[in-house]
């Protein structure tokens, strides 16, 4: 998401930057760029308009500041912007009740069943008990899609199959979220593919039953600007608090993310990157902008990593390089934990200093998930003590782990050349940490 946008945006504030001082002319010139760039992103134009005039007034009125060129002023202006427009300060949910009630509201189609399973299970992995329900008397499949997601994350959901009166399976399933002292009951939803007045009936009164802590308005980040007029009408009849912002993952343009605060007022709380159950994050106004403006997202990067890499194995594995008795046993651990954290190609896109979007790109095209797969096959065709000691490897070797992992002779070889290099790499760093100890000096 937001790759064109970025391209256009970053291109704009370098134009701009290359020159030593911002007149009001270039700044003119830059801004219709990035206007142009947010309108063909679909973003809302009111927003735009809003957007465009801010940065102007702040661009123009900003004093120098010494030691900072007038490119990286603007690139500051342009985030503090986005950040707002995606909603400001991160805005977490409000749960206060026992239960605590969360309703799901919004179109078919837009992830909402997903949603809801993934909800639960983010409060589950902080120690809540949840308890899922679906009220969707319209579409069975939706009431068994979510048992079946229930089932997979180990959380109950109450159903009344045979119930045709949404109101009434909502208000059953509270009595049993507060019977059994479960701490949350998310609610999932009817949708359709269209608003219709019958279903901002039926989710007010729903909405009216279980008086919910928080009524989240799901949207697909694929769909328009028809959608946050959707949200809007959904919000002046039922009522929310916040929304869920899905697909984020996908290659949509970002109109939707970057309008619908703006639009309904209302912030984003959480973002669906991903089909599987834990695609799925609360949403930072800030490391968005950061990511639109190629700064990458390096605390997004160490989340990820304090959440799937074990700090033990993380420190076992530091010294075994640094003692350089790393084999490719280890190697093949090493590539796991980084496997682990997710597709390359979102990693990459988190990391700070790759700027341009040209070295993104280039860079997506070398590394990819299938090579490591590939060196993960080869080393698990090794016996254990090959890969304890590559230096047993011989030419029939080689031949007989080249056929196991079904790759080629030369991809072998290439793998234990790149490892005989890393190893010697890590001696060097070894020595020269030694040789700075000695000098008194830090590493
Ligand atoms: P509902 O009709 O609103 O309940 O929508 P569903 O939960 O059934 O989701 C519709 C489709 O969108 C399904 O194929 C989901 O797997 C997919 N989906 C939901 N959330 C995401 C997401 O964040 N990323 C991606 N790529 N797909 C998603």
């Keep these: 998401m937001f790759d064109a946008l970025a391209e256009k945006v970053q291109s704009a504030i370098e134009k701009i930057g290359r020159k030593g001082r911002i007149d009001e002319e270039t700044l003119e010139k830059g801004l219709r760029e990035i206007k142009l760039a947010l309108l063909e992103a679909d973003v809302n134009y009111r ?3 809003n957007f465009i005039k801010d940065i102007k ?10 030691g900072v060129n007038p490119a990286q002023q603007l690139v500051k202006i342009v985030h503090d912007e986005l950040v707002q427009t995606l909603g400001g300060e991160a805005e977490k949910l409000n749960l206060k009740g026992k239960p605590s009630v969360i309703l799901l509201i919004g179109l078919q189609g837009s992830g909402k069943t997903t949603t809801a399973a993934k909800l639960a299970n983010y409060l589950k992995k902080q120690g809540k008990r949840v308890l899922l329900t679906s009220v969707d008397v319209y579409r069975p499949a939706a009431m068994l899609q979510l048992k079946k997601l229930g089932d997979q994350i180990g959380i109950p ?25 479960y701490d949350v009951l998310v609610v999932d939803t009817a949708g359709r593919l269209h608003i219709d007045e019958e279903l901002l009936e039926e989710a007010r009164k729903i909405k009216e039953e279980v008086v919910p802590d928080e009524t989240l308005f799901v949207i697909d980040s694929m769909t328009g600007q028809e959608s946050v007029n959707i949200a809007k009408a959904f919000d002046e009849r039922v009522g929310m608090t916040g929304i869920v912002l899905t697909k984020m993952d996908s290659d949509a343009r970002g109109g939707v993310a970057l309008s619908v605060k703006g639009v309904t007022g209302k912030p984003i709380k959480f973002a669906g990157v991903g089909e599987k159950i834990d695609d799925f994050e609360p949403f930072y106004p800030d490391r968005v902008a950061s990511r639109i403006l190629g700064m990458g997202d390096i605390v997004s990067l160490v989340e990820k990593a304090q959440e799937v890499i074990d700090e033990k194995e993380a420190l076992s594995m530091q010294e075994k390089l640094l003692s350089g008795e790393f084999t490719l046993e280890d190697f093949r651990q090493q590539l796991r934990m980084i496997q682990r954290l997710g597709p390359l190609q979102q990693i990459i896109r988190m990391i700070p200093g790759l700027s341009s979007q040209k070295m993104l790109k280039q860079l997506e095209k070398a590394i990819d998930d299938k090579k490591l797969k590939r060196i993960e096959a080869i080393i698990n065709s090794m016996t254990p003590e090959e890969r304890r000691n590559h230096a047993i490897i011989n030419a029939s070797r080689k031949r007989r782990i080249a056929k196991g992992s079904g790759t080629s002779v030369k991809e072998v070889d290439a793998l234990i050349k790149q490892f005989v290099q890393a190893k010697m790499a890590m001696k060097q760093m070894k020595k020269m940490q030694r040789k700075m100890a000695k000098k008194g000096g830090r590493f």
Excluded: M, Y
């Design 57 to 66: 007034e702040k661009a123009l009125g900003a004093k120098v500041i010494k």
């Design 157 to 181: 959901v109450f159903l009344e199959e045979k119930e045709k009166d949404a109101v009434k399976i909502a208000k059953d399933a509270l009595l049993k979220a507060k019977d059994e002292s």
């Design 47 to 49: 927003v735009v308009s």
